[in-house]
């Protein structure tokens, strides 16, 4: 077998944290600033746009990177086919910045072409992993592969619905389709997979997360068809919280076994609080989906797809590289401290955007979004220091591909 090379992995990474710390979250704290009647710094792009430079240019990327080149034994993958996967990781980043530069010049068809293109490099990329899977696949990932596949099935059409946004077509699809039926899922399943040896939990329930994972995407096709069909409006709430709360139980309530050794290399500080914070915001943030529906605020379908992004998604991926990247990397280790404190900036920003629905003034939007930027920030550059800073392993042993346990 191939030499593991941290490489690869270690620039999508940080390819990875330069959208989510740049264009991504910093648009968003705009949009806010925007909102709240503070002029914006730069010209701003709609926010589908920057929705999708952090679902794809983050969120997915560092999915894709990790499945890729971290845990190919995950979707029992051979290494040494997976080399060619980069070019499309890194094709992402390209196509992402182009798109950005159309919309801030007002280039429609560098738009158009940006994103049509984008369909192509991740049809790409899905198609060099299976090309890269192994005759006998491996037992060790305990993960429903059928969710898996289903949920990386849905990128491409991500891209496709932003490239018909594009073209005229309805706004928010994509982003809602790449959020709820993509990052989340991939998200729950490697959490599923990670946080029993992070945390020392009991064996979890394999059966139990299958279903909890139809449940959320059953909500996550819900919510994508309430965009155009007004019926469908809220109806997915039901199912995104069963999902949440059933993940929850298949974990075991996330608590430590009473006979558990301790583990080799302690758990950060922040992980058990991390965890606590993201069930919590994926279980409030699919109910208050349904709120509008019963007659509640506008602006409560706008913070429930804030917490299920930020609050879940971007608090477990944060909690979770942070652990793992250097591991792979053979990196520096993470400060949990440091860890805490964006985890505290993550939850205050939540707080102030919560405090919205009950008519606290516009500073309080405008401060949130700068914390949850500011929150990316010291995210991006602590882990990037660690990866930067890494050192290869020169005899090619095979611990950087032991990131769970």
């Known amino acids: 077998m191939q030499a593991f090379d941290p490489r690869p992995i270690r620039a999508a990474a940080l390819q990875a944290l330069l959208f989510l710390a740049g264009p991504g979250s910093l648009e968003g704290a705009q949009l806010l600033a925007v909102r709240a009647g503070v002029a914006p710094l730069v010209p701003l792009v709609p926010a589908s746009t920057h929705a999708m430079l952090q679902l794809l240019g983050g969120f997915l990327t560092l999915i894709f990177a990790f499945l890729a080149h971290g845990?190919?034994?995950?979707?029992?993958?051979?290494?040494?086919?997976?080399?060619?996967?980069?070019?499309?990781?890194?094709?992402?980043?390209?196509?992402?910045?182009?798109?950005?530069?159309?919309?801030?010049?007002?280039?429609?068809?560098?738009?158009?072409?940006?994103?049509?293109?984008?369909?192509?490099?991740?049809?790409?990329?899905?198609?060099?992993?299976?090309?890269?899977?192994?005759?006998?696949?491996?037992?060790?990932?305990?993960?429903?592969?059928?969710?898996?596949?289903?949920?990386?099935?849905?990128?491409?059409?991500?891209?496709?619905?932003?490239?018909?946004?594009?073209?005229?077509?309805?706004?928010?699809?994509a982003a809602d389709l790449l959020l709820y039926a993509a990052v989340v899922p991939v998200v729950l399943s490697m959490a599923f997979q990670m946080f029993g040896s992070l945390l020392q939990l009991p064996a979890p329930n394999d059966a139990l997360f299958f279903v909890a994972l139809v449940c959320w995407l059953g909500g996550a096709a819900l919510r994508v068809l309430g965009r155009g069909l007004p019926e469908a409006v809220g109806l997915h709430a039901p199912f995104l919280v069963a999902g949440a709360l059933l993940w929850l139980v298949a974990m075991r309530g996330l608590r430590r076994r009473a006979d558990a050794r301790a583990p080799a290399v302690t758990p950060s500080s922040d992980l058990k609080a991390s965890a606590a914070v993201a069930i919590v915001c994926l279980a409030v943030g699919g109910a208050l989906g349904a709120w509008p529906r019963l007659g509640g605020p506008a602006l409560a379908d706008d913070l429930a797809r804030h917490l299920v992004a930020i609050g879940f998604a971007l608090v477990v991926t944060m909690a979770v590289t942070l652990r793992v990247l250097p591991r792979i990397c053979r990196g520096r280790t993470s400060s949990p401290a440091l860890g805490l404190v964006a985890l505290g900036a993550v939850v205050t920003a939540l707080g102030l955007r919560a405090a919205e629905l009950v008519g606290a003034p516009a500073s309080a939007t405008a401060l949130s979004g700068v914390l949850s930027w500011l929150a990316v920030v010291l995210w991006a550059l602590h882990l990037g220091r660690g990866l930067l800073l890494a050192v290869p392993d020169r005899d090619g042993g095979a611990e950087g591909g032991r990131a769970t346990g």
Do not use: M, N, Q
């Not at 086919?81 to 007002?106: M, P, Q, S, W, Y």
């Not at 037992?139 to 594009?166: Q, Y």
């Open 71 to 173: 845990e190919t034994h995950l979707l029992g993958l051979e290494r040494d086919k997976t080399a060619r996967a980069r070019f499309a990781i890194h094709g992402v980043g390209v196509l992402l910045a182009l798109d950005l530069v159309g919309e801030l010049l007002g280039a429609r068809a560098l738009v158009i072409a940006a994103r049509a293109l984008l369909v192509v490099d991740v049809l790409a990329f899905l198609a060099l992993l299976v090309a890269a899977r192994a005759p006998r696949a491996s037992d060790r990932w305990r993960a429903p592969i059928p969710i898996l596949v289903t949920s990386l099935a849905c990128v491409p059409l991500g891209a496709a619905l932003w490239t018909w946004e594009a073209l005229g077509g309805p706004s928010g699809l």
